[in-house]
Each structure stands twice: as C-alpha cells, then as structure tokens.
C-alpha cells in the first residue's frame, strides 16, 4: 500500500510520456530473474563459435543469419579494407547528392545481372528497403495486401501507406484471393510476402501467387532476405527456386544474412528503379551504405556465385539437424529452410532455455510476440554452411536436454 502510494507520488511529478514509459518493467523484470536474453555482448567475429562478454570459453552460435558462413572470410575483410583505403570510412552523403560512388553503381548492375532485372537501388538497410518502397509505390487511392506474418519491415511500410491494407492469411492462396476479388481489376494493387518466413522457416508459395497476382492484376514484391543465398540457382533466392524470377515485379534483398554485411536492394523494372530513385524517402533522405560494406557484398556476391559447394553445405547442415530435431520429438512447425523454429509457447520458458543454453555454450534466440503470435513463442535455431556436424551434434544434445528440464518435451 505505502509503496504504491508512493509510486503514485512519484508518477505525479513526471510528464505524462515519461509516466507512461516509467511504466514500463519487462526488461527489468527479466533482469531480475536472471534470464534476460536480449543485447549479449559478443567480443568476437560472428563465426559458428564466439566469444561472449563475461564467459569463459567458446560459444557455439546457432542464432546468425550468416547462412553462407562469410562474415570472417578474409577475402571479405580484405575487399573491405580496400575500400575505406581507397574511399575513406563513410559517403557523408545519400546517394541522390553526394553519396553514390562507382562501387555502388557496380554491385547495383552486378546485382542486376545475377537476378535477370533491369535494375537496382540500394538501401544502407534491408529495413529501410521494405519500409520506403512500399508507401512509395501504393498510396491513397491504391491497396496492399500482405501475409500476415511478414517482416517487421514490411508491416512499417504497411503503417505509412495511404494505401488501403488488407492482409490475408498466413500463405494461404485462397485467402490471397479473396481479398483480391473484392477490388476492382483496374485498381492499383501490390502483394507483398516474405519469400523465407523469417521466424518459422517456412517459405510462401511464389509460383501460385505469381498465377494469382496476374489475374487479378496485381504487382507482386517478395523479400527475399532469408532466400538470397539459401534458394535458387547460386542462390538467386526463392523465386528463382520456383522459375519465376522475371515474374515477381519487385525483388527485395538485404546484405545482412548470406552477404556478410548490411543494407539492402530492390530489384525491378526499368520504370520502377527510375520513379522510385527520385520518391523513396529512405533512399533519398539517407546516407548512402559505407564503402567497406559495398566492397564487402560485391565480393561475398562473387564467392556465392563461383563456390556453390557452401549452399550445397548449408542444406547438408540444413537435413542434418532437421532430423535430429524431428527424430527427438521437437516440435518445429512447417519449416523447409536453414531456420528451425522450435515451438515453446510460453514466454518465461522461452527466456529460461536461451539463458540455461548461453551458460552450456550455445547461442540461439528467443522469439515472442510480437515476431510471432503471443501463443508461438520458440526458440529460433539458424544453420549456417560452416557449421560442422559435431558442433549441430553438441547443440542439439544440450537444446534437448534444456527442454526436457523444463517439461516442454
Ligand atoms: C524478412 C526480413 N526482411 C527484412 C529484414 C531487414 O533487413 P536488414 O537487416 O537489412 O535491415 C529482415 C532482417 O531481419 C528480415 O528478416
């Protein structure tokens, strides 16, 4: 009672945002608990095995989006101390001014190439991409449906647009058309999905919804962060896995996962790139992506592409931990890519088991609401083409063994 009044005491001498904000304890209550699992310090490369702040010895890493293993490849490091030498640290500058350099141009036309598109912009975020080219390309008077388990980023763009929005449900086609029959076919319309479900691994059906899209003349974007590299031929990402590449009108991409570093594209027609160079809010109004990093993704662009033997390696990690996952009775949804969702549904267990795997030496991240439905709450396991089979062993052995102590198997 004494502490509550006095709480209330002290609200009442705040602003009312700092009162709202006070209110917020969640973290603090998890810090309490010990099993806080957010901002690990890792004072090492990402590698499949790191070194974390404050621990003794090695950790496995099983939560990077490093699918292709080259975030410490020195072929990489090199490019990039190239570039700062050559370019200096930053472009001080967004590329429609004073921030586009020759390197941005190459790796917009080399990314061009690879995906058979007339072009390419570049975003010094994948986030950045998705968020200003969707209210930028459907605005009043237009519509955007969207699966209603896409990206973060996705659902930005959705919130800015003037467009109306509509999502349908998770993959599911039939629902895609439902929504679409209800708008005129003369109307401005854009699906946008995921091509990789960045949470639970599963991947949007692109062959059906390029079928559908055409009929009820609608443009079609897919993300294909968590395809690119993972999917398709060298790894040009799920479309391609399904031939219909030149069919998706809008690619998007992020260097942050397969590439090895960060920012990221769209790919499109000539008269897309063009409108959208000269309107996308977070291409205009942002600093260009950093040499070294533009350096970085031409080469990890080229390594893709001349050593297919790390995708090959990555879907051999990829089976061989899916089966041992399956063979122990985890439960991990409808995955079919290197993400390996295993289901918890309860959150404190969920911050229990990523704490109780850090202090056994493996790295996996916590997935709640709102990345998922409150009620999916998971453990999120990434393969990447450089783990070995004996580090997938040792990982799953303690994985198992940290949900069997806490009853969810
Ligand atoms: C599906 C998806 N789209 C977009 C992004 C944003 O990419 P970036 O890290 O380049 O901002 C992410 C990153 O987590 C993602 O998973």
């Not at 200096?88 to 790796?107: E, K, R, V, Y």
């Not at 949007?204 to 079928?211: E, R, Y």
């Not at 040792?394 to 940290?402: D, L």
Request: with cysteine; aromatic share 10%; hydrophobic share 40%.
């Amino acid at each position: 009672m004494l502490l509550c009044t006095l709480k209330i005491y002290i609200l009442s001498f705040m602003k009312p945002l700092q009162a709202k904000l006070a209110q917020y304890r969640a973290p603090q209550e998890a810090k309490a608990a010990g099993i806080y699992p957010y901002f690990t310090p890792i004072t090492s490369e990402q590698n499949t095995e790191v070194y974390v702040q404050g621990r003794q010895g090695k950790v496995l890493m099983f939560g990077s989006n490093s699918y292709l293993g080259l975030t410490n490849d020195p072929r990489l490091k090199e490019a990039a101390k190239r570039a700062i030498d050559k370019y200096g640290t930053g472009c001080a500058g967004s590329p429609f001014l004073n921030g586009t350099l020759d390197i941005h141009i190459q790796l917009q036309d080399e990314l061009a190439e690879f995906l058979g598109k007339e072009g390419v912009m570049l975003f010094s975020a994948g986030f950045l991409a998705n968020s200003g080219v969707i209210p930028d390309v459907v605005s009043r008077g237009d519509y955007l449906f969207y699966d209603e388990r896409v990206h973060a980023s996705i659902m930005e763009g959705k919130l800015i647009t003037y467009a109306n929005t509509q999502k349908y449900k998770h993959n599911d086609m039939a629902d895609l058309e439902r929504v679409l029959q209800k708008v005129p076919l003369e109307a401005c319309k854009l699906v946008v999905t995921d091509g990789v479900f960045s949470m639970e691994g599963d991947v949007a059906h692109v062959d059906k919804m390029v079928d559908i899209c055409n009929r009820y003349n609608a443009t079609l974007m897919v993300d294909e962060a968590h395809g690119l590299g993972v999917f398709g031929r060298e790894g040009r990402g799920t479309c391609d896995h399904y031939g219909k590449l030149k069919d998706v009108e809008l690619v998007m991409g992020t260097f942050s996962k397969s590439l090895a570093s960060v920012g990221g594209f769209i790919a499109s027609d000539k008269e897309t790139i063009n409108w959208m160079k000269h309107s996308v809010r977070p291409y205009i109004f942002t600093a260009s992506i950093t040499p070294a990093s533009t350096a970085s993704v031409l080469e990890a662009l080229h390594i893709m592409r001349s050593e297919p033997e790390r995708n090959a390696a990555l879907w051999d990690n990829q089976r061989y931990a899916f089966n041992a996952f399956k063979d122990l009775g985890f439960e991990i949804g409808n995955t079919s890519t290197p993400i390996i969702p295993l289901f918890i549904r309860d959150d404190p267990k969920t911050f229990a088991i990523t704490h109780q795997l850090l202090e056994d030496g493996v790295f996996v991240t916590p997935v709640i609401a709102p990345a998922v439905p409150g009620d999916e709450t998971l453990i999120r396991v990434a393969l990447m083409a450089t783990h070995t089979h004996e580090q997938i062993d040792i990982a799953v052995e303690k994985i198992y063994k940290a949900f069997k102590n806490l009853q969810v198997l």
